[in-house]
């Protein structure tokens, strides 16, 4: 059994940990923090939990959390984290970062957008970019882990057979995203209100997203060039869900077929990953509530530009779902572990 | 033209009266204030009004209202009516107050479901309580309307036509009340969130919500007698609307045909109220975005119990467009006058 | 293992079986029919299954099923199931309908409330109630059962401990229940599209729904006497959950406290009910996505009147989640088995 | 008073139709057409008109509609539109068609697109394509208005200075266009439940969408070149709206300051065109509900690429608002004439 510590467990990535490592038979949460309610019952808090969850919040106290656990999740703020992971990592557990923290090679590509000082500059050069499709075996061999959020994980997967085999115009790329509501966040700000969300939508951070260096870092190191591209977020009426629409200009002489074909090779031994056939297009219905990426594409000849859909659970596979995968990788279980259930569909 | 003012521009009541004021061909908005946004303009909070209202949001003034206006409309938060309208009824201006201060005829009533001192207890013995259909001459002769609320209005007209004739077993009164997010107002609180709201539902404030008394005031006037009920709001996922479905033991022995053309005969000079043929009941989408109540009913042989469904749009008939409605009256317009529109229906 | 069948897949019961049974340790699924897509793989009607869910749907085949699985769940329309039960029945495998068609006693009022002959009579003598919390002893000696809806469940389970003890006026009950859509089975009726069913909220079948005669024949039970109520079903913008608002008149002298604490002593031994302390009202975001039953309550002493809030989520304690629940009485599970998953809260 | 006709009046545009000609003050409905309900009251099919719309729908009757109205608006399903319009226009007078049999030039291109031939090619060189704020002259000499439906009308004033200016590299523009569910009118199909449709989204007709070729053709003609574009129309949880993201790669050195103020200037004579500051980009709820377009840009100085974005209501300026526009300029009203309300914003 996997003793599992998650700080942060309040917030809705927090939650989602809660609630996936509550039904996950080789895991055991001995430690849940909440800054806002340390000393409630976490059931109290979210009482979907009554009846299955046991825990009590409590500050964060990395010399009880070393102790008593094996791996910790940080579901903090960005720049909360760096704060505490270092102590955690000296302490010598695993850590699964969901922050934004430890997700960059370059130091100075993090300030730049994140308009802040990095704390423990070190630590980047020890920790590894969590998605396990494209970097497995370097998360087996690591203890700090930044585990890569919502949009960033639809679009590098969508994106990443086309990088990598270089048929697209590199200087051509467009990701177009839709967001659910809980990816903003556990917030009561006016902008996220009912009244204020349902039956509309909008675009935000046009050009301006952070996320926009993390997609350009993966897809740059697939390509094995520099890559800058476009990234517009949207947030639509949804709970769950990101929903990214992907442009870019073919350079190879490929049909959709053959492009599906591609895709499905690419991602042949990867058991979240379902590439469409030709003709089918992802919906959100397919992957909220499961680990799954859904890609679908299409080959426009008329203007040899290619599109393509992906999309994702972001509490799940773009948080929780992905950190407990990277949690097989890093203790050797079969990543299905915990994580083999369909989508909700309703 | 009417010179129209509006205290508190803009919250969810506030705005609305705004955006029914700009169509009306008979009033002209000439004041309106904003504790929050003061010294904004109103389209730049609201940018729905861009084009349309030109106008800046202004801190509270008594003087400058009371020279500029005819009318305001008072749309603050209950409390802090009552430290206002004093001022603004002693400068001899008409008030149309969409609180809960000035609705009620017995002060220990307001002050026990309040849990306040009433500040200003002289004007109750003024104001009106502003349901046209009820109190249509009295309020054209007053300069102070108590406008009702949404919970209110739906659930008074609805029983009305029962208590005046006492068809109904007084003490058997259930309220069975649902509510759109609009109606707890323009708030950040996380219970409001779209996250925490959509694809859920709960009852609150259970046998304690302070309407409850509002009704038991009304419903005793038209039967002539004390009446205690039950009233039970529920938070439901919709922008707009209150629907009400309200159960009584009858007494009187009427089928379902009989009890629709009591309530037809009753409504018969009221355009706003809609009672359904027999066999039809209301649905929110055909009063959203209008003045208009829709009464349907049922009477249960099996049981002899009547089942009344009743609904309305929470912002219009339940607030901006009834003050407007009531200021109508008070200054001798047609009732119809800038609120001759269906609902929205999508 | 358990081999199971699945008559009626592709509808939205159907489906959450297959959904709740393919996570399932201890149960294989080995027959799925579908009418509308016999030939089909369910993966392919259902996209959320890919990768999950193996099968193709078949026509019914009573000889099939019967040598291949050991107990079948009809998920069929009302209607259709009894057609079918008896030659599953006689074949010797366990059968649990999900139609009304064997939850009831007395043949007569199934066909007054159905408007229908019932053709296979005998079998409502052999079939039980299946609502594990009150009838758990003849669940477990029975080869048939009667799994009973939705709006049943949530209504009787809310009002059990208050019948069997007979705390209440039986004369004076009210059910108003609010149902998402998804209650209304896999349709394309007009009344159920997006653009007719978002933001708006509507009262059915007014003092005629089918349910009634349900809820009547197990309150009955409970009492020990006939019971006639009133229930008023609403049809809300929610794709998963009922919820239950119910009301009586309290002839027994206890407070809020007491009837709290005598609700949780009913149902002590039971996992999937949760009472909620005195103050705490439920929400459906606790209980969509589980097995849970969740109940509030508040005696109003200002009119001796008990208000009971009970929610469930329809598809899974009000249809497939329950199905598990009578299989694991059925075949000597624990009932947490397959089912001890907390609600999805987002 | 300009006599109405509304063909197809019990389709979403139609009756969005009727509601703004109901409180028209220089327009009376004199004629409704609905093949599904001929006979019945239109109120009683749409409640919401209930003591506002006193009307009965009729089969369509060419010589009455040719008698009894000066203008007629046609909201039939594309196909039938080309079989009734000749006769109307023959008859002499005025039609403004929904549908898009007639808003292309070149009868190749609808065909190839619709996939059926023009049964009446000589109309398509009479009939003008009814976008006021690129055509205006021309609808106010013409007898036959092509209306433009939501998805191109967004598209096209969002993109329309961009090429008039040729400030763009005309290969490289990419539409990704949201629709809320009424765009796809009244209809049945399961893919427009609510069960199917809430809390999910999706793109479809990818690459084939047949609004792709009516918005070629009027940017081709802004920019005097042929022009082919990438469309890709998403299907997302809202009633109401249009939401498009457009890209394109930017040719001239401008900043996102000057190309606003480029809009701005493009626009400066257009009521319904609200062109967003520097930091402010729409949002569906400041046009659902009015006939305004919103639109703001980005440009991102980076990549060299400029994002729009630009949304309406797709029932008012996306249909019948338009249509009601081109009334006005046929018959020589101001444009704002039953058009000068403000969005809902909730």
Redesign the interface.
Known sequence: MIRVGVLGATG?AG??LI?IL??HKNAKIMFASSQTYAGKKLAEV????????DLTCEEVDVEKVAKSCDVVFTALPHGASKQIVPALYEAGIKVIDLSGDFRYKDQAVYEAWYGQEHSAPALLKKSVYGLPELHRDEIANTSLVGNPGCYTTCSILGLAPLAKNQWIDM??I?V?A?SG??GGG?????G?????????????K??THRHTSEIEQEIGLLAGQEV???F?P?L??????I?A?I?AKLTADMDTKELVNAYKAFYKNE?FI?VHDEG???????????N?V?IGL?V?K??N?V?I?SCLDN?IKGAAGQAVQNMSILFGLDEKTGL???????
């Not at 556990?186 to 006016?190: C, D, V």
């Not at 996220?192 to 935000?204: C, L, N």
């Not at 639509?236 to 869900?241: F, S």
């Open positions: 809705y939650i989602e609630r509550s039904m979210y009482k979907n939990l009554q009846n299955i969850v200087d051509s467009i177009d839709k509501v809980s556990r917030t009561t700000s006016l996220f209100s009912y009244a204020e969300t349902d039956e509309t939508m909008k675009a935000y046009v050009a800058k591209l476009s517009t949207h639509v009426p949804l709970k769950r869900g929903f629409t442009y058991f379902r089918s297009m992802p919906e959100l219905k397919y992957v909220n509530g499961s799954f859904d299409c426009d008329r203007l530009r599109v859909c509490l083999n259930m369909p989508g909700f569909y309703l």
